[in-house]
């Protein structure tokens, strides 16, 4: 597992309250019950943490491994 997906997975527990033992890449933000809001607050977590930008575009995040993937196409 990437370091990326492994401080995601970290980061989504904490925020929406979630046993990581309970998400793996394949958990979609719908089943999280994240918001447009949520998704773009995890993602200012994820730049900071991460010390990168994310381009302001319209993504097509479904799954946890979607979030990972674009934030590793910017690092």
Not at 69 to 74: C, H, M, R, T
């Amino acid at each position: 597992m990437s370091e990326t997906m492994q401080v995601l997975l970290q980061q989504v527990a904490e925020r929406f309250d979630k046993k990581i033992d309970d998400i793996s890449p394949e958990t979609t933000l719908e089943s999280l019950e994240v918001d447009s809001l949520g998704k773009i607050e995890l993602l200012f977590d994820l730049e900071d943490h991460f010390k990168v930008r994310i381009p302001n575009e319209a993504y097509e995040l479904i799954t946890l491994q979607d979030v990972a993937d674009l934030i590793d196409s910017v690092k």
